[in-house]
Nanobody, 122 residues
Framework: QVHLAESGGGLAQPGGSLRVSCVAS???????????MGWYRQTPTMERELVAR???????YYADSVSGRFTISRDDAKNTVDLQMNSLKPEDTGVYYC?????????????WGQGIQVTVAS
């Protein structure tokens, strides 16, 4: 089992910046077999969507809506993943969830944080 603890987030004005961070802890065997870490977000009117993801090895994915404004980073030594959010827009408002994918063949494991609120408003 792996536990994900999120921090950061909060309230920002449009055009401002926020950072959300996530640290993974728990099973050494699972933490040694991380396939990807990333961030999803959910709003009352939208299903949970992938915002950004970084695979072990460094390749990244960004949703079109955040590309060029958000940056995901990982510290594999500390099992952390951060999301730096710049040029924030009101539509970035939502609950952000840290996500961890572990692959230990033949099984995949997926873990979620409890979510952290990000609000962008004047």
């Amino acid at each position: 089992q792996v536990h994900l603890a999120e921090s950061g987030g909060g309230l920002a004005q449009p055009g401002g910046s926020l950072r959300v961070s996530c640290v993974a802890s728990g099973s050494i065997s699972h933490l040694s077999n991380i396939y990807a870490m990333g961030w999803y977000r959910q709003t009352p009117t939208m299903e949970r969507e992938l915002v950004a993801r970084m695979m072990t090895g460094g390749s990244t994915y960004y949703a079109d809506s955040v590309s060029g404004r958000f940056t995901i980073s990982r510290d594999d030594a500390k099992n952390t993943v951060d999301l730096q959010m710049n040029s924030l827009k009101p539509e970035d408002t939502g609950v952000y969830y840290c996500n961890l994918d572990v692959v230990i063949p033949p099984r995949d494991y997926e873990y979620w944080g409890q979510g952290i609120q990000v609000t962008v408003a004047s």
